[in-house]
C-alpha cells in the first residue's frame, strides 16, 4: 500500500465528492475561482463538504483573491486547508492563521529551492506546470526531474497527471502527495467515475 497522499481537485458535484472518498481519496479540492471552468459558488462547496463522510480533508482553492473574498469564503465554509495558486505573497498566506499549501509553477530556469523556502510556513508545496498567462488546470505534466531532492516541505505533484503516468511519476518523484484534476475528468468539472478510480489504485499500487 502507497504511502503517497492523494488529492482529487475541482470538485464540482456531490456525486464526484462521494466517488472520491469511497475510492480512497484523502483529499478535495474546491476550486473558488470564478475564471475557473471548475469553480464552485460557496452553495455548492457547503452541500459538497456536508455530503461528506469524516477524515477527507476539504481544500479551497484560490487565486490572487481578495482578502475580502477570501474572507467571504471563509466565514461560510469549513475548509481545512487553504491553496494558494497565484503570485500571493508568504505574508498573505499565513495571515489567515489557517493550514496552506502554496502551489508553484515549475520553469526549468526557476530557481525552485529559492521560491520553496520562501514559504517556510506552508504546509506543503504543490508544484505545477507552468503555463504563461494559466495559473493551472493545464493538463500538461513538467519536466520530473526538476523537483527538488530532499525539500523539508511536503511536496504535492501535480500538473497532466493521469491513471496512465502516476505510477511512474511517484517512483520517480517519491512526493508527499499527488493532486489530479483533469485526468480524471469527463469534462472540464465533471468528474468520471472510472477515471477517479484508476488514477487512485494506480496510486496505492506503487
Not at 464540482?12 to 469553480?39: E, W
Not at 520553469?107 to 506552508?122: C, H, N, Q, T, V
Request: aromatic share 6%; with cysteine; hydrophobic share 45%.
Amino acid at each position: 500500500m502507497s504511502a503517497v497522499r492523494s488529492k482529487i481537485c475541482g470538485i464540482t458535484r456531490i456525486q464526484d465528492a462521494l466517488v472520491a472518498a469511497q475510492a480512497g481519496a484523502d483529499a478535495i479540492g474546491l476550486v473558488f475561482y470564478p475564471a475557473s471552468p471548475r469553480a464552485v459558488t460557496i452553495r455548492q462547496a457547503q452541500e459538497i463538504i456536508a455530503a461528506l463522510p469524516p477524515f477527507v480533508t476539504t481544500v479551497g482553492l484560490f487565486v490572487d483573491a481578495s482578502r475580502a473574498e477570501l474572507d467571504e469564503v471563509l466565514a461560510a465554509v469549513p475548509l481545512d486547508l487553504l491553496q494558494f495558486h497565484g503570485d500571493e505573497s508568504p505574508t498573505f498566506c499565513e495571515s489567515f492563521n489557517r493550514p496552506y499549501i502554496k502551489a508553484l509553477r515549475v520553469k526549468p530556469d526557476g530557481d525552485l529551492d529559492a521560491e520553496i523556502a520562501r514559504y517556510s510556513g506552508a504546509s506543503g508545496i504543490l508544484l505545477d506546470t507552468f503555463v504563461p498567462g494559466v495559473p493551472g488546470g493545464t493538463g500538461e505534466a513538467f519536466d520530473w526531474a526538476l523537483v527538488p531532492r530532499g525539500s523539508k516541505r511536503a511536496i504535492i505533484l501535480a500538473g497532466g497527471l493521469t491513471p496512465a503516468n502516476v505510477a511512474a511519476a511517484i517512483e520517480q518523484v517519491r512526493p508527499y502527495a499527488v493532486d489530479v484534476s483533469g485526468g480524471v475528468e469527463a469534462g472540464k468539472g465533471l468528474k468520471d467515475p472510472a477515471k477517479i478510480k484508476a488514477f487512485l489504485h494506480a496510486v496505492n499500487s506503487v
